[in-house]
C-alpha cells in the first residue's frame, strides 16, 4: 500500500531506473489526460444509475418474496443465481453477443415489429447502459441482505399502524422504509465501493479496449491500461490513489448524511 | 414495481397463510419474471447446441437441430484441450481455499484470543484494508512478484491466500470466534493444550459455519476473478477458464459463438454446483455479512 503510494510519486515502468517525479503524475492525470476525465465520467454514471437501480429493484423483489409466500428459498435462490454469475467472463461475453445487432434483444424487439434496432453494445449512446443494465441484474446479494432485514422488522408495528388506519403505503414510508434504513444504508456503501472497482464487465464487454469511443472506459480499465499496456506503472499508482480518495469521499459523504435518514432502533 | 411492492408490503413476514388471489398474482409475477431474467442463461445453454449459423435466425430456445459439434470445437479452440484450463482454474480456485481457510482462521483466531503487541494496531490496519480496493496494491504487487519471478505461475494468485490477506474473512471469522464461549478455551488450557492445541482442538472445529461460508465464498471468487490471472498469466497453457474463454473470443473472432457458448456453458458448471450444495450457507453468508 505504502508501496503504491510511494510509486505513484515516480515515473516507473518496470525496466529503466526509478525516478522521483513528485507530484507530476498527478499533475498530468488532472490537467492533461482528457481519458482520465472519460473514464471517471464513464464509472461515476456507472455507480450513480447502476447503484440505486440496483437497490430498488432489489427491495422490490425482496418485499414481493416477503409476504408469506410458499416457495420462498426457491424463489430466492432462484434470484440469486444472475449475482453469482454475473461477475463471470461467461455472462460477460453472452452480454457481448444479446445485445449485438443480431442479438437475442433485438431479434425479440423485432418480434413485436421493431426494426432498425441499433446493436446497443457497438453504438456509444448506449453501450454502458447495457453495463449498467448487466450490473441491475446481479441484484441478488442485495436483495438476500433486504430480506433479512425486512425480517427484522416487528410485526406489531403494522398492526398497530392498521388499527390507526394507516393504509399500506402509509406503512411502507412509516415502518418499513425507516426500519429498513440502516440495512439501505449498509447495501448503499457495499455496493458504491464494489462498482467503483468493476472491470470484467467492460473489459469483456468492449473486447478490453473501453470503445466505442471511450464509452465503457472504466475507471479501473483505463488504469489497467496505463499500467500492463503502457507500462506506466508510477502513473497507473497515483490513478490507484485518486480512485481510493473518491471512494473514500463519498462513503465518508454517505456516512455523513446517513444520520439524517437513517434510523437505529434504539435512537429516538 | 414500487408502487405493487407497498400494495405486497403489508403480509411481511407472515408465516404462510391461506392461498389467495393475490398470492397466486404474487407467485405468477415471480416466476414471470424470474423467467425474463434467467432466459438469456438457458437461451446460452439451447444455443450451445445449435448449429452456430442458426444461433442468430432462430430466437426461440429450443433447438431445431441439436449439434455436439460446439463443444468439440470449443474443446480445443486454443490449440490446447480446455481441460487444461479447468485444472488450472481447479488448482488455484481448489489451493486458494485452502489457503485461505488455513490463514484466515489463524489470524482470526489471534485477533480474537491472544494478547500480543501492537494488537489494537493490527487489527484496525486489518479493517482498514477491507475497504482497500485491490487496484491500488495491484501495481506494487506485481513489481513484487515480478522480481520474484512469479509471473505466469499461478504462485501470485494463490500465495497470498496462505498469507491471510483477505482481510474480509479474517474480520467474519474474528466475529464469529468472539461469540465462542471462552469457557471452553480456559477448559483446555487447564487440561494442558497450548494456544495451538486450543486452535487445533477447540476453535477450529466450532468454527465450522464460518469457515464453511468462507471455503463457499473464497472458491466463487478465485473462480469468476479475471483481473489477476490477466495480470500474472501470459502462457496459454497457464490460462484460467476465464482468461481462456476471453482469449478464445479473441482469437475466433465472433463467428463461432456456439463454441464459445458451450466452453461458457462449461465453465459455469462449477459455479453450479457450488450454488447447488451450498446454498445454505451462500445465503447465510451473505445475510449476516453482505458478502457479495
Known amino acids: 500500500m505504502l508501496a503504491s503510494l510511494y510509486l505513484s510519486f515516480t515515473n516507473y515502468n518496470l525496466l529503466g531506473q526509478t525516478r522521483w517525479v513528485g507530484l507530476s503524475n498527478y499533475a498530468q492525470i488532472l490537467t492533461d489526460d482528457p481519458r482520465f476525465y472519460a473514464a471517471a465520467g464513464v464509472t461515476l454514471k456507472y455507480v450513480m444509475a447502476g447503484v440505486p437501480l440496483q437497490l430498488i429493484f432489489a427491495l422490490s423483489i425482496a418485499l414481493i418474496l416477503n409476504q408469506g409466500l410458499t416457495g420462498l428459498t426457491f424463489y430466492r435462490s432462484l434470484y440469486y443465481l444472475p449475482s453469482l454469475l454475473g461477475s463471470s467472463v461467461a455472462i460477460a461475453l453472452l452480454w457481448r453477443q444479446i445485445f449485438g445487432s443480431t442479438g437475442l434483444v433485438n431479434q425479440v424487439l423485432g418480434l413485436f415489429g421493431f426494426t432498425n434496432l441499433p446493436a446497443w453494445i457497438a453504438t456509444p449512446e448506449y453501450a454502458l447502459d447495457t453495463i449498467i443494465l448487466l450490473h441491475v441484474w446481479t441484484f441478488g446479494s442485495p436483495m438476500i441482505i433486504f430480506l433479512a432485514g425486512l425480517r427484522q422488522i416487528p410485526r406489531d408495528l403494522y398492526e398497530a399502524a392498521s388499527v390507526d388506519g394507516a393504509g399500506r403505503w402509509t406503512q411502507f414510508w412509516q415502518i418499513t422504509l425507516p426500519m429498513l434504513s440502516p440495512v439501505i444504508f449498509f447495501n448503499l456503501v457495499l455496493q458504491m465501493i464494489h462498482s467503483f472497482q468493476s472491470f470484467t464487465q467492460s473489459f469483456v464487454v468492449s473486447g478490453g479496449t473501453g470503445g466505442p469511443v471511450d464509452s465503457t472506459l472504466m475507471y479501473t480499465l483505463y488504469m489497467y491500461h496505463q499500467a500492463f499496456t503502457n507500462f506506466r506503472m508510477g502513473y497507473a499508482s497515483a490513478m490507484a490513489w485518486i480512485l481510493m480518495l473518491a471512494i473514500g469521499v463519498l462513503t465518508a459523504i454517505a456516512f455523513g448524511t446517513s444520520k439524517y435518514w437513517v434510523h437505529y432502533a434504539g435512537d429516538k | ?292
Not at chain 2, 432466459?39 to 432462430?58: C, D, G, H, N, R
Not at chain 2, 471455503?215 to 490471472?229: H, S
Open chain 2, 1 to 292: 414495481m414500487s408502487a405493487a411492492s407497498a400494495q405486497l408490503d403489508d403480509d411481511a413476514g407472515h408465516p404462510s397463510k391461506p392461498l389467495t388471489v393475490k398470492h397466486v398474482l404474487a407467485h405468477i409475477a415471480i416466476i414471470a419474471l424470474g423467467l425474463v431474467m434467467l432466459y438469456p442463461v438457458l437461451w446460452m445453454v439451447t444455443s450451445a447446441f445449435k448449429p452456430s449459423q442458426l444461433i442468430f435466425s432462430e430466437p426461440g430456445l429450443w433447438p431445431r437441430q441439436i449439434t455436439l459439434e460446439n463443444w468439440a470445437q470449443g474443446w480445443m479452440a486454443l490449440g490446447i484441450p480446455f481441460s487444461q484450463f479447468f485444472l488450472n482454474s481447479t488448482l488455484i480456485a481448489g489451493l486458494s481455499v485452502i489457503g485461505n481457510l488455513c490463514s484466515c482462521s489463524i489470524a482470526a483466531y489471534a485477533f480474537a484470543r491472544l494478547e500480543f503487541h501492537l494488537k489494537p494496531l493490527l487489527f484496525a490496519l486489518m479493517l482498514g484494508t477491507i475497504m482497500l480496493p485491490f487496484q491500488v496494491i495491484m501495481v506494487p504487487q506485481y513489481i513484487l512478484f515480478q522480481g520474484l519471478g512469479w509471473t505466469n505461475t499461478p504462485l501470485p494468485l494463490v500465495v497470498p491466500k496462505f498469507l491471510a490477506v483477505d482481510s474480509f474473512f479474517v474480520f467474519l471469522l474474528v466475529q464469529f470466534i468472539r461469540g465462542l464461549p471462552r469457557e471452553l478455551d480456559d477448559a483446555a488450557t487447564v487440561d494442558g493444550c497450548g494456544p495451538l492445541g486450543v486452535f487445533w482442538r477447540i476453535i477450529f472445529p466450532l468454527l465450522r459455519p464460518a469457515l464453511a461460508v468462507t471455503a463457499v465464498f473464497t472458491f466463487i471468487w478465485t473462480w469468476n476473478d479475471f483481473l489477476g490471472p490477466l495480470i500474472y498469466l501470459t502462457a496459454t497453457e497457464n490460462y484460467t477458464v476465464s482468461i481462456a474463454l476471453n482469449a478464445f473470443l479473441d482469437s475466433t473472432g465472433t463467428s463461432n459463438w456456439g463454441a464459445m457458448f458451450a466452453m461458457s456453458v462449461l465453465s459455469l458448471v462449477p459455479l453450479f454446483l457450488v450454488f447447488l450444495f451450498a446454498q445454505k450457507q451462500l445465503v447465510q453468508g451473505i445475510s449476516t455479512t453482505g458478502l457479495k
